[in-house]
């Protein structure tokens, strides 16, 4: 039978935790105990199968066939749900106490892993011994048994229970994590970041699959003015309302990315030239009319738009981002508040 041993430093990381464990206070009698009396009395007139284990080694596999259950006759061990690096630990054995008892009483595979935190002597039984040492003693150790599995069912499942609210509770600040590492944080829109990542496979799938692929770049006219007269609080709620209108205005398959300042990109896969003109239009006249109140200013804005068309415009990301890029500052060059698609005259210089 091959042997597992955990690393030293996992074992070091369980044995801490025994430590705490103890200083909690003393643990429940166990029945067991009464069962390795009889044992050690059998051991005198026929041979009971034994097992050493290493400090490290693990006793049974969560899964594994539970055929045999345990009796600790000196060390310690400890029960986990899970892997070794994140365990849920559901308790642990000592002298006296049983390991794997109700995968053999329930004929069923093995509902957690045991392992071995120091030298760890053991005796085997099987179903039918278990059977005759009920037979031969007194029917309270029946009730006593019945009384401490519930127990340590009900410790099990409490254990687990707050493994879940853990698992949760790290789900929940990994997603959040996440969602600032590929979010703007003041619009909630996705960030430069997010757009540098999803850009080339778009394009990239496009090329495969023959589609189009829309880029529009959006810059608000004149917006360090509202910054400068109004105060940031007010320059801040206008991007707000910019990325909720934006959100509203495109496809489902559109992403919405704020790229910086008071720069937006959206990205249209699949969309042609018109798709993203009406697209655009409708921001920018919704845009126009939105009027935004900070500390009992109405403030209002317009707002530029750019549009480039791959494999139209370009041949790839670099290029089509460009294009679109110059056709929004060709609107404004043209004056502002305008929907300018890349054309083979939009290549001029870049307007403050």
Known sequence: MSVEIISSSELNKFISMYDIHKQGGQQDESPFLQLLGWMEQKQMTETIMERTCRPGEVVIRENEPGDVFYVIRSGQAVVIKGDFQSPTVLGFRS???????????ENLPRSATVIAL???????????????????????????????LSSR???????????????????????????????????GLFNRRYLDQILYGEIAHAL??????????????????VNDRYGHKAGDLMLQALGDLMKKCVRSADIVCRYGGEEFVIVMPGASAPTVSKC????????????????????????????AIYPLHGSNVDEVFVRADRAMYQAKQEGRNRVVVFSAESDIEDVE
């Open 95 to 105: 002298i006296g106490d049983s390991i794997g008892e109700m995968a053999l009483l």
């Open 118 to 148: 120091n030298t760890v002597s053991l005796w085997c039984l099987s179903r039918e011994m278990f059977y005759q040492f009920l037979g031969e003693n007194h029917p309270s150790f029946s009730l006593d048994l019945m009384n401490m």
């Open 153 to 187: 069912i009900r410790k099990s499942d409490e254990e687990r229970m707050r493994g879940y609210v853990r698992e949760k509770e790290q789900v929940v600040v990994l997603e959040t994590l996440s969602k600032q590492a590929t979010h703007d944080p003041l619009t």
């Open 208 to 225: 495969q699959n023959g589609s189009l692929v829309g880029i529009l770049m959006a810059d608000v006219d004149h917006f360090k003015h």
């Open 280 to 307: 655009a239009e409708e921001i920018r006249a919704k845009f126009e009319a939105l009027c935004v109140v900070s500390e009992g200013h109405e403030i209002q804005a317009t707002i530029s738009l750019g549009a």
